[in-house]
């Protein structure tokens, strides 16, 4: 009964909150903690099959993982992020050489598969992708598209646990990038510029150049499976043109690359 009364409740509040935004302007009728109670379920969708996403263990792989870490704590250092403390931001590695992915899931758990990590040359291009499926998260782009696409009351369902299938499938979708939960344009933008931004406030042994992650667009150009974030729209040469208007703002900034200790880290790897 209380479970009842309280999806009762919840609905009413969708009802009479039918019309407002969040404090970015978009859509979104979940709170922080229904990102994170999401991220979780979706993490467990994932863990339980193995056999599509085969997940390295941190404890077997450790130097693989303490490098991501401390990639990932460089970021949450930039003063952009809103949700750098309230988020978990784990970071996993699938193990398919063959994706050239990598997706965050909301409340901040981020996934690479071992295909991307090796496509790339240098540390710079990694944290620019890093950074780029963080602003994702941070700026509840996904919540947003979800929000969209099943409305609330039947993502509440699957987040409850009366409709599994539903949750599966949204699961899916984030992880392999299926149209349905395409993101829009300008979240593809704000992703793009907060990647930007957030490798510009690296500093030490984490002063990467903030543009890596147009080294990556490039490189991405003319793949035969290109990842979701590229296959769809705005096309790699308008977000190469947005990501020089972004880093010439903030005064052009330089920085380096690592490029030998990525090498390190892709030589750790099965």
């Known amino acids: 009964m209380r479970r009842k009364a309280y999806i009762i409740l919840v609905s ?109 040359d240098n540390e710079a291009e990694f944290a620019g992708v890093m950074a780029h499926e963080m602003a994702h998260a941070d700026r509840r782009h996904s919540t947003k598209a979800m929000t969209k696409q099943y409305g609330f009351s039947i993502l509440l369902s699957a987040l409850l646990g009366d409709d599994p299938s539903t949750l599966a499938q949204i699961a899916a979708d984030l992880a392999q990038g299926l149209g349905s939960l395409a993101f829009s344009r300008d979240h593809e933008y704000e992703a793009d510029e907060y990647a930007v931004r957030y490798t510009a406030d690296g500093t030490g042994n984490y002063n990467y150049y903030p543009k890596g992650i147009s080294a990556f667009f490039e490189k991405m150009e003319g793949q035969p499976t290109p990842p979701e974030f590229l296959s769809t729209h705005p096309n790699p040469g308008n977000r190469l043109d947005n990501i020089e208007e972004v880093w010439l703002s903030i005064g052009s900034p330089d920085g380096e690359e690592y490029t030998n200790r990525y090498l390190d880290f892709k030589n750790s790897l099965p």
């Open 12 to 120: 009413v509040i969708f009802m009479t909150t039918l019309n407002s935004c969040d404090e970015d302007g978009g859509l979104n009728f979940f709170t922080l903690e229904q990102d994170i109670e999401f991220g979780e379920e979706f993490h467990n969708q994932l863990m339980n099959n193995p056999e599509e996403y085969p997940i390295l263990s941190p404890s077997a792989n450790p130097q693989a993982y303490d490098y991501l870490r401390a990639i990932r704590d460089a970021l949450l250092m930039s003063d952009d992020l809103h949700y750098a403390n309230e988020f978990s931001w784990d970071v996993y590695i699938i193990d398919n050489d063959e994706v050239l992915n990598a997706f965050c899931v909301p409340g901040g758990k981020m996934y690479f598969y071992t295909g991307i990590i090796k496509f790339l």
